[in-house]
Structures are given as C-alpha cells and as structure tokens.
C-alpha cells in the first residue's frame, strides 16, 4: 500500500517563528489534506490540497503530485498552533481510506 | 454551518456492555467512515459506507458493527467492548464517489473500556 512520511517528527517552535512541514508519499494519490489535531484531540480541517497551492491566514500549504510531496508552512507561530499535524492522502480507489502520516508534533512556546 | 457531529465526547464504560457511538453529518454526503487513533499506530479506518444500506469493512473492523439507515447517520456499534477497543474515534464523510472530494472529520469520541 501507500506509504505517507512526515518530517520533522517533532518540532519545537518560539512564538513568531515560522516553520515548514513536510509529506511526502510514495504513488499517486486522488486526495491530499492537511489536519491539525489539538491538545483535546479534535482533527481540524487545514487544507484540502491535492495539487497546487493555497493559503489561509499564516498557513499556507503546495502539493507537487508529480513529485509526490506536499508541504505545510506556518508563519508567524502561535501557541495556539501546538499540537500535531497530519498530512493524510486517498488513493485512486473508490471511496475514501485516507492513509494518515505519522504526524510532525510542533510546540510553540511563549 | 457544515459539520460531522459524534456523541458522545467521551465514554467510560466496562467489557461486554454494548455500547454505540453515533455520528450524524449535515452535508448530504454519500460516504461516511470511522476510523479509530491509537499511539504508535496512527488512525486506521474500522468501517465505511458508500450509500445507505451499503457498508464495507475497513483496515480493522473487528469488534464492531455499523448500520447505514439513512444517509447522515452512520452510527458506530460495538456489542461486547473489550480494553483493546480503548482508543479515539472518529468519524467522516465526504461526498465520496468520486477522486479529489475533501473530507470532514467529526470531534472524535474517546472511549475507555475497563
């Protein structure tokens, strides 16, 4: 199956820094979304980005498909953004079984 | 505003008591999952469903049940709860059906068997 690499594993951060997470993947994939998973657990909708780029705010993200590799950028770090990022992607099979990413664990300290 | 809401949040509960987990989305989407998240694992799909009446298994369906009875529920069973069932659930839905969909994730249920 596809397998989904992350990097960093962990990233420690001091408010106002900005960061670049990493995805890459080893196929071609349908889907490609980035989600953010705070202290209480909850997966919060990022991006939906399974080619090219978008941003929202400090975070912005680019998949390269052909390159298979997507990256997460966030400026201007906040402690609100602690927590762990997935980047998760669905293959050309019918339905949706997101394959999830290990996670970069970021800490943004004041 | 568009959601996928799961109740409960939270569930403590103890082994053989049957237990479901509900999920009720609001998008009209056809495909609805379940997926579980545990450490050093990662979040593996248990259940999916393409349409009403139409389920499938996932990566790891064993222990549980779902039913598909209109299309924005999609609740989660599990009949006799063991600790290994431990862990945080989520459920999702897309409009499935077809590639490059985006898919919503509900709160999560944290669910602890003893």
């Known amino acids: 199956g596809i397998q989904v690499e992350q990097s960093p594993p962990d990233l420690i951060l001091q408010e106002g820094a900005n960061s670049t997470l990493r995805c890459n993947f080893s196929d071609s994939v349908n889907n490609l979304q980035w989600f953010h998973q705070n202290p209480w657990g909850q997966l919060i909708n990022l991006f939906y980005?399974?080619?090219g780029t978008k941003q929202n705010g400090r975070l912005s993200a680019t998949t390269v498909a052909t390159e298979r590799y997507s990256l997460l950028y966030i400026s201007s770090s906040q402690t609100t953004d602690s927590g762990v990022y997935f980047c998760?992607?669905?293959?050309?099979?019918?339905?949706?079984?997101?394959?999830f990413g290990p996670g970069t664990r970021l800490s943004v300290l004041p | 505003e568009a959601q996928v809401t799961q109740n409960p949040r939270y569930l403590i509960t103890v082994t053989g008591k049957k237990l479901t987990v509900t999920c009720s989305q609001n998008m009209n989407h056809e495909y609805m999952s379940w997926y579980r998240q545990d450490p050093g694992l990662g979040l593996r799909q248990i259940y999916y469903?393409?349409?009403?009446?139409?389920?499938d298994k996932g990566d790891v369906p064993e222990g549980y049940k779902v039913s598909r009875k209109e299309k924005r529920n999609f609740p989660l069973i599990l009949e006799s709860p063991s600790p290994n069932q431990t862990s945080l659930y989520f459920c999702?839905?897309?409009?499935?059906?077809?590639?490059?969909?985006?898919?919503?994730f509900g709160q999560g249920t944290r669910l602890t068997v003893v």
């Open positions: 980005i399974p080619s």
């Open positions: 998760a992607v669905e293959t050309h099979n019918y339905g949706q079984n997101f394959v």
């Open positions: 999702a839905s897309s409009l499935g059906g077809k590639p490059n969909t985006e898919a919503f």
């Open positions: 469903s393409m349409n009403v009446e139409v389920t």
